[in-house]
């Protein structure tokens, strides 16, 4: 026997319909790419995405069709997203921090036959464009005065297409499983692939992020998502803002500490999201400049693993609750968040740190479990390390285009490439990528452990540890650090500072200082880059410290 209850199916236009409709006043508020800050609302941001929609539709843009943006976070990027999603046409964001090359191949392995542009990446678009012979034409994301002369196949401006459409148009009446999003991994290993997000899924996924216990935001929030709308949905953040009515504020190109600085203080920000270079770096301008946030509250980081310091820094110093997040572009990508059970939150901060750094536990509709190498269930100890596996409702079960074959295992669940613990109370811990696991002796040494506290150090701004060849141990742990500015550390003071906070065998055997540390195109330590420029390193003593 069916239910009786109405067929409404689950597509992101009626996310914006709602908005309008209920919080249609409700601002957004970008740093736009041309300089000035912007001023718009939910209704205006509708009534404009309405006219992408018909813009795309007199192109000849069908359900199904992809349609690229190479945008920040600004009010006109969010009017693409809603204008070609609501007509069910798949919205491609991409990376503009990818290397050109790829991103022209990612751009022919998607099909994409229009490009929504920011005026910062057209040169770079300019120069790949004869490779990209699919593309039709390109939108310059700019009004008619900032439109440069471009090359790029039948330009135009986007000011100029949205004054020329009407705000008419009718958006969904398809199947909630028809494709919204497009995003393409990382591809440390191989090509990207593409990660195809459906409506029914993006839609799940908001009300997922929404939950008290996961990004908790609400209409009393001033959100500034600084997570990119280029990468895994931004973490969902710009689906979730107008669903609740949520004042917006998008950042635009400026990402540096000073410039979110004077957005968080000028539009009284509650709530923001990013991974931990970006709050690195706030930190810093926020400490060199004595300054107090007046307004943030709580902040989300995830992306890469949490530097104790900075969970401690936000709430010592500035009375803001930091909450790890972990999750993927394949989950959409909110798969665990770290907010307290009962029993945690009646502690003293300083015994919250251990749990506050682990990436937390999973909302309901996210499933995981972790496994050995043959695939047998191990058990949630908070000791054991295994392949974290995961399985729910916004979770990838194929790559775009079938590539990589079946990505799910019997029963139903996809490799992360992450290892993990998670303890009884099925809190999880991140402990390394599989691939990036430093194996010492037979015994796992987790890389991100010893980072974190690493970073901890008042002079280390990056630091990095890989696993170096051993002829003794299989492999040992090389601790790379970048310093901050101006300051100068030697291997002595670093490995003083770890005594005692790690197991002895976890010490580096080594510590070197490099003038950078390369990050890759989501802002994470790039290891495949890092273990190519130490692929020659060898060891200072002919034996290294005994373990
Ligand atoms: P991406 O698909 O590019 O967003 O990368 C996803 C990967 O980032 C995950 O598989 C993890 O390896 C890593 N990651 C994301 N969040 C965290 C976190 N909070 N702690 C440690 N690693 C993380």
């Given at each position: 026997m069916l239910g009786l209850m109405q067929d409404w199916p689950l597509t992101v236009d009626k996310i914006l319909d709602h908005a309008k409709t209920w919080h249609g006043h409700r601002e957004v508020v970008t740093r736009t790419v041309e300089g000035p800050i912007v001023r718009s609302t939910y209704a205006e941001i509708h009534d404009r995405a309405k006219r992408v929609s018909n813009a795309l539709k007199g192109w000849g843009v069908k359900l199904g069709d992809r349609v690229a943006t190479l945008a920040w976070n600004t009010h006109r990027h969010l009017e693409c997203w809603y204008g070609i999603m609501g007509i069910g046409a798949v919205c491609h964001t991409l990376n503009p921090r990818l290397h050109p090359d790829q991103l022209a191949w990612i751009i022919n392995h998607a099909g994409d036959k229009v490009i929504f542009v920011d005026l910062t990446f057209v040169p770079m678009l300019e120069g790949i464009m004869s490779q990209c012979k699919g593309v039709e034409r390109v939108i310059v994301l700019t009004d008619d005065w900032n439109m440069p002369q471009t090359r790029l196949p039948r330009a135009d401006c986007y000011e100029r297409v949205v004054r020329e459409q009407s705000g008419e148009c009718a958006w969904g009446g398809f199947d909630e499983n028809t494709a919204c999003g497009l995003c393409y991994t990382s591809g440390t290993?191989?090509?990207?692939?593409?990660?195809?997000?459906?409506?029914?899924?993006?839609?799940?996924?908001?009300?997922?992020?929404?939950?008290?216990?996961?990004?908790?935001?609400?209409?009393?929030?001033?959100?500034?998502?600084?997570?990119?709308?280029?990468?895994?949905?931004?973490?969902?953040?710009?689906?979730?803002?107008?669903?609740?009515?949520?004042?917006?504020?998008?950042?635009?190109?400026?990402?540096?500490?000073?410039?979110?600085?004077?957005?968080?203080?000028?539009?009284?920000?509650?709530?923001?999201?990013?991974?931990?270079?970006?709050?690195?770096?706030?930190?810093?301008?926020?400490?060199?400049?004595?300054?107090?946030?007046?307004?943030?509250?709580?902040?989300?980081?995830?992306?890469?693993?949490?530097?104790?310091?900075?969970?401690?820094?936000?709430?010592?110093?500035?009375?803001?609750?930091?909450?790890?997040?972990?999750?993927?572009?394949?989950?959409?990508?909110?798969?665990t968040t770290g907010t307290l059970t009962p029993e945690v939150a009646a502690l003293p901060f300083e015994q919250q740190l251990p749990t506050r750094l682990k990436q937390g536990r999973a909302p309901v509709g996210v499933e995981l479990k972790l496994c050995d190498d043959a695939g047998n269930r191990l058990p949630h100890d908070g000791k054991t390390q295994g392949r974290l596996m995961i399985r729910g409702l916004a979770i990838a079960k194929a790559y775009f285009r079938g590539d990589g074959g079946n990505i799910l295992d019997s029963e139903g669940f996809f490799d992360t490439g992450d290892v993990a613990t998670i303890d009884p109370n099925g809190i999880m811990q991140i402990t390394d990528r599989a691939k990036d696991v430093i194996k010492s002796g037979g015994e796992w040494i987790s890389s991100i452990d010893v980072e974190n506290i690493a970073m901890g150090h008042p002079k280390v701004e990056l630091a990095a540890v890989i696993g170096i060849h051993h002829p003794k141990w299989d492999e040992r742990p090389l601790l790379i650090i970048k310093t901050r500015p101006g300051e100068t550390l030697t291997k002595d003071e670093m490995l003083d500072f770890l005594k005692g906070k790690i197991a002895k065998w976890w010490t580096p055997d080594d510590v070197v200082f490099v003038d950078d540390i390369p990050l890759g195109a989501t802002g994470k330590i790039d290891k495949k880059v890092l273990r190519e420029q130490f692929k020659d390193y060898r060891w200072p003593a002919p034996e290294p410290a005994e373990t």
């Open positions: 290993t191989g090509n990207p692939k593409g990660v195809l997000y459906s409506h029914r899924s993006n839609f799940l996924h908001m009300l997922i992020g929404l939950q008290a216990d996961v990004l908790a935001t609400s209409v009393r929030d001033t959100i500034l998502p600084v997570v990119p709308m280029f990468h895994a949905n931004a973490w969902g953040v710009t689906f979730g803002a107008p669903a609740v009515g949520a004042k917006l504020v998008l950042p635009g190109p400026k990402l540096d500490g000073a410039s979110i600085y004077e957005l968080l203080e000028s539009e009284k920000v509650t709530y923001s999201a990013a991974v931990p270079t970006v709050w690195q770096m706030l930190l810093a301008h926020l400490q060199a400049g004595r300054l107090k946030l007046s307004t943030l509250k709580r902040v989300t980081i995830g992306g890469s693993a949490c530097p104790e310091s900075i969970i401690r820094t936000f709430w010592n110093d500035y009375g803001v609750d930091v909450v790890h997040a972990w999750g993927m572009t394949e989950t959409s990508p909110l798969g």
